[in-house]
């Protein structure tokens, strides 16, 4: 069974950093390329980022380009968001997800509160 | 890059087919393949349509998607509406490598 498992999440207060994780089980992690996905508490689904397999490309939503990044390690089938200088804004639950041709499935994800 | 535009809310009764439409702002909604995911509450989303049209396995045909280059957008319809049904509908297609959604369509089976 394919399975996704994010951890990481929790409060932090504004300008503060934190890691996301999220560990891939039952698929060849290596051969896909991954997603992380946010929601804000009642609102809609935003692509936040991606990554293809190799982890040699990575791509970035405008609103988190240059303060978060994506990595990944095959190794240990595991997908990272490394976020800095959080706002307020980033407040919400992080899913990860496989690219399948669509963007599936996803993890049960991880909420982030930025607050002070 | 494009935006996905989707109606916030539409309601119909059980039994009832709905159709939600999806906008694409610029380019062709040809460009692209269109998927749609459906979001219960508390739940992550899953896929009911991938590839404009095509059903995963286990999503019943009561579940359809299709694409009009005519007016630039896509379509989910859901045919003789369940309860069960009423959740949040997102569209999604590809820009480059950037993963565009649409805004989300709430409906309300009553």
């Known amino acids: 069974e394919v399975q996704l498992v994010e951890s990481g999440g929790g409060l932090v207060q504004p300008g503060g950093s934190l890691r996301l994780s999220c560990a891939a089980s039952g698929f060849t992690f290596s051969s896909y390329w991954m997603h992380w996905v946010r929601q804000a508490p009642g609102k809609g689904l935003v692509w936040v980022s991606r990554?293809?397999?190799?982890?040699?490309?990575?791509s970035y939503a405008d609103s988190v380009k240059g303060r978060f990044t994506i990595s990944r390690d095959n190794a240990k089938n595991t997908l990272y968001l490394q976020m800095n200088s959080l706002r307020a804004e980033d407040t919400a639950v992080y899913y990860c997800?496989?690219?399948?041709?669509?963007?599936?499935?996803w993890g049960q994800g991880t909420l982030v509160t930025v607050s002070s | 890059n494009f935006m996905l535009t989707q109606p916030h809310s539409v309601s119909e009764s059980p039994g009832k087919t709905v159709t939600i439409s999806c906008t694409r702002s610029?380019?062709?909604?040809?460009?692209?393949?269109v998927q749609w995911y459906q979001q219960r509450p508390g739940s992550a989303p899953t896929t009911v349509i991938y590839e404009d049209n095509q059903r995963p396995s286990g999503v019943p045909d009561r579940f359809s998607g299709s694409i009009d280059s005519s007016s630039n957008s896509a379509s989910l319809t859901i045919s003789g509406l369940k309860t069960e049904d009423e959740a949040d509908y997102y569209c999604q297609s590809y820009d480059s490598s950037i993963v565009v959604f649409g805004g989300g369509t709430k409906l309300t089976v009553l």
């Open positions: 610029s380019g062709s909604i040809a460009s692209n393949y």
């Open positions: 990554i293809n397999s190799d982890g040699s490309s990575t």
């Open positions: 997800a496989r690219d399948n041709g669509d963007v599936s499935p």
